[in-house]
Structure formats: structure tokens, C-alpha cells
């Protein structure tokens, strides 16, 4: 656990016995780093101690909820504990029957034997942290090198800014972020290993969603020929499919409605090369290509971890689950 995590911890359970007269007691799980669950929060009600697998978050908004609900669903007794859950993020928890406590207090539960909803609380005023270079654009580029090479940590900086297509003067800025928050751990002089990795993530997942991929988006297309067969259509080398497209070429979990492409093309590339026409209700997603190679496991394919991502940012059901049954298909061993 972070030093913020452990204050969030602590705000939360100091307000809710202040607010509600509910005591509860928190125990660090130390092999549970990639699972999701940073530990058990017991909560004492009457004479019984009910016990949550929990999982920590900063702030949760309404397009996280997908995401926490297939934790929650993999996770008996399952809670939420946030320093701010925003209210329609609530609301969706609250329907999905999913319980939570913010670090005002405000706290949801509700069994065969209970029923707890403590709303109203305002959010005290949290320290601000020290921005994480790690989370802007540029440092997101970085860290997907991280996550995608196994033999990144040992690039020299040089080479780790040539392939995640950024200036070299940020690299450092954004290793030693990275081992500030406690994501890298030095074996020696400028050689990391990478730790809690399956929570490193997550927070990239969110940032690429939040920060990166809206800045990379060219706009939504489709073909100007009707009968035009995505699959069919000739790429150049480097462009790939993510998304419900990459997922289709992975394995074939789903027939892909939005059909997500990384390209280097320009828009006028797009037309005339690809025959793609811009259109915002189009079925063709066009995002820039970011990275400076594409290690693919299918050809045309876009890695997997950027597949997962896209699927998990899309807040769609359906596309949450293939999300799950992909990660657990290609990227659990090296996130486990």
C-alpha cells in the first residue's frame, strides 16, 4: 500500500465512526497485489464483524463502474473504498448492489440482514498530491513500453524515448515517478524492476482513457463503399486493429461493432488509400498510432494490453466481458 492509500484508509473508517458510530479495523493481504484487493475491511454492526475484500481507489467516476462491477463480481463480499466517489458513479454502484465508503463516511451496504446508506457527508479536503509525470500523455507513452517490452527497464533512456515516440528529457522525469510512487524498485544503478504491476495497470487503463486516447483521436469514418468487409481491407505496415476488432482477430470472442484502427495515415490518406469517408455515427474508430513498433500476437493486431484497454474504456457489458476472458487468456501470467 501507498502512504495515500493508508491516509485514505484511515479518513475513511475515522468518519464513519464519527458520523455513524461504525467502528472498523483494516488488514493489509500482502499477496494480493495484482488481484485488486489491497485488503479486508471488518466492520463491526452490533455483536457480528462483517468482513469486505477491498479495493482502493483515488476518485471514481460513472465510467469506472463497468470495470468495478467485474471485480465485484469475481469477488465475494466485495467493497469500494475511495477517497471520492462521485454521485452518478454511486447511484450505479448503489443499483448494482455494490457496497462502498468514501473518506467523509458516506457508506452503502445492503444484505438479507442489512440495509446501510450513509449519504450527506461532505469530502474533506484532501492534500494535493504532487503531480505524476507518469499519468500525462507523454509519460502514459512511456509507461505502455513498460508494460507492452518485458526488456524496456533495460533500454537506455535513449532508446526507450525512440520507441515511445517522446523527447529524451522526459524519460528520467518519469522513472523516477514511477519508483516515487512505488511502481519501480532499483536492482541497481538505473536498472528497475517493476512492482505491483496488475495495479500499474489499471492506472494506465484509466489515464489512457481520461488523457491519451482522447488526444489521439482522429474521429469516427466508415467505408464509402457499403458492402466493404473491415477484415478484407489491405493495411499499411504498423496500422492494427484494437478494440472489438483486435479482439475479433485474437480469438474470435465477438463480432465487433465499433471497429477500432491505429494508424499512422492522415485524414487524406484515410480517404483516398483506405476509402474511408468521415462520418460521426460512423462504425470505423481512427486513433493515432503512438508507439514506434507494434508487437502484435495476430497480424493486423494491436497488443493486447491496448486491446483490454479499449474494451474496459468502452463501458460496454458486453465488451467488459471479453475484456476479462482476454486478460485472462494473454496477459494474467505476466499481471498475476
Known amino acids: 500500500m ?3 492509500e493508508i491516509k485514505t484508509v484511515n479518513k475513511a473508517l475515522n468518519n464513519l465512526q464519527n458520523v455513524a458510530g461504525i467502528h472498523g479495523e483494516w488488514e493489509f493481504l500482502e499477496h494480493t497485489k495484482n488481484t485488486g484487493i489491497d485488503g479486508i475491511l471488518t466492520i463491526s454492526l452490533g455483536e457480528n464483524r462483517i468482513r469486505f475484500k477491498t479495493d482502493i481507489k483515488k476518485e471514481i467516476r460513472h465510467t469506472h463502474v463497468e470495470l468495478i462491477k467485474a471485480r465485484s463480481n469475481v469477488n465475494d ?10 454521485p452518478k458513479a454511486k447511484e450505479m454502484l448503489r443499483n448494482e448492489n455494490i457496497a462502498y465508503l468514501d473518506i467523509a ?6 444484505n438479507e440482514s442489512y440495509y446501510i446508506f450513509i449519504e450527506g457527508n461532505r469530502i474533506p479536503t484532501v492534500e494535493k498530491e504532487k503531480p505524476n509525470r507518469a499519468f500525462t500523455p507523454t509519460g502514459l507513452k512511456i509507461v505502455f513500453l513498460l508494460l507492452t517490452e518485458k526488456n524496456a527497464l533495460n533500454m537506455s533512456y535513449r532508446e526507450i524515448a525512440h520507441r515511445a515516440n517522446v523527447a529524451l528529457g522526459n524519460v528520467p522525469l518519469v522513472i523516477n515517478n514511477l519508483q516515487e510512487a512505488g511502481y ?4 541497481n544503478r538505473n536498472k528497475y524492476i517493476i512492482t505491483r504491476k496488475r495495479e500499474l495497470l489499471d492506472r494506465w487503463i484509466t489515464g489512457y482513457g481520461e488523457t491519451l486516447k482522447p488526444k489521439l483521436m482522429v474521429g469516427r469514418y466508415r467505408f464509402l463503399k457499403n458492402n466493404k468487409y473491415w477484415k478484407e481491407q489491405q493495411l499499411v505496415p504498423g496500422d492494427v486493429w484494437g478494440g472489438e476488432a483486435g479482439a475479433n482477430i ?3 470472442y ?14 487524406m490518406e ?5 476509402m474511408l469517408v468521415p462520418d460521426s455515427k460512423g462504425d470505423i474508430e481512427i486513433i493515432q498510432h503512438f508507439w514506434q513498433e507494434a508487437y502484435n500476437l495476430e497480424k493486423y493486431c494491436a497488443p493486447a494490453i491496448l486491446i483490454y484497454a479499449d474494451l474496459i474504456i468502452s463501458q460496454d457489458p458486453r465488451n467488459i466481458e471479453v475484456a476479462e ?3 485472462d487468456s494473454y496477459l494474467k501470467a505476466d499481471f498475476s
Open 325 to 327: 476472458s482476454i486478460f
Open 105 to 110: 463516511g458516506n457508506f452503502y451496504f445492503r
Open 2 to 4: 501507498t502512504q495515500q
Open 270 to 274: 484515410l480517404m483516398t488509400k483506405m
Open 77 to 86: 463480499m466485495f467493497l469500494l473504498l475511495a477517497q471520492n466517489i462521485f
Open 184 to 187: 519501480l524498485i532499483a536492482k
Open 254 to 267: 465477438i463480432e465487433p461493432e465499433i471497429k477500432t484502427l491505429y494508424t499512422k495515415l492522415s485524414k
Open 250 to 252: 485474437m480469438s474470435n
